[in-house]
Every structure is written in C-alpha cells, then in structure tokens.
C-alpha cells in the first residue's frame, strides 16, 4: 500500500504564496509519475499540475501555468508545488496522486493515478 500526505496549505492573502508538499511512502517513489488535483466546494476535482519519473518533464493547466511550479526529490521521496501569485479562485482543496501502473511522461486525468493523498486546504482571501 501506498500511503500519500500533503501538508502546507493554509489561508493566504491574494498575492501571496504557498508550498505544497506530498510525502509518499515506499521504494518505488522514484519510478511513479505524480500529480496535483484540486477541487473547489460543489464543483468536480480539476488537474493542476503533473511531473514524469525524474521531473525533467511537466505539466500545467492554463489556468496556473505561469504562477504554480511542481517538483519532486526522489531522495526524499517527495513531490511539491510551488503555488505563487494566489488568486481567491485558486482557493479548493489540493490532492497530490501517484501512478504506479507503467508509461511514460506525465498524466493529466484522475484515472490515471492508482494512489490519493486525503489532501490540504488552500483559501485565499481577496
């Protein structure tokens, strides 16, 4: 079993900044594709951002492509996302997800992951 906790969120003033970190248990961390969801009150979890194996290549949605930067150091078997220049309609909660199955590059749909953190809480005041 694959165990995933994000931790960082927080309530930030519009502008501000954030970072998000999901740590993920096991050994094989290095070899698994990752994401980042998010879903606001009454509306369906959305991509974010998605990191193949090594990190080398990326993913964003239009809407934070520019102002969030996903990472990961598979030494520390941990993924981030840099969340910059907040904006209250970022405000959801934010899930990371692993993909355990094989393939190569990065994902962008919720059933392409096998793995879910419980997620954190981002809100961002105007």
């Known amino acids: 079993q694959v165990l995933l906790v994000e931790s960082g969120g927080g309530l930030v003033q519009a502008g501000g900044s954030l970072r998000l970190s999901c740590a993920v248990s096991?050994?094989?961390?290095?070899?698994?594709?990752m994401g980042w969801f998010r879903q606001a009150p009454g509306k369906e979890r959305e991509f974010v951002a998605a990191?193949?194996?090594?990190?080398?290549?990326?993913y964003y949605a239009a809407s934070v492509k520019g102002r969030f930067t996903v990472s990961r150091d598979n030494a520390e078997n941990t993924v981030y996302l840099q969340l910059n220049d907040l904006k209250p309609e970022d405000t959801a909660v934010y899930y990371c997800?692993?993909?355990?199955?094989?393939?190569?590059?990065?994902?962008?749909?919720?059933?392409?992951?096998?793995?879910w953190g419980q997620g954190t809480q981002v809100t961002v005041s105007s």
């Open positions: 096991g050994r094989a961390f290095s070899s698994y594709a």
């Open positions: 990191l193949n194996w090594s990190g080398a290549s990326t």
């Open positions: 997800a692993a993909r355990s199955r094989s393939g190569f590059g990065y994902f962008t749909g919720t059933k392409d992951y096998d793995y």
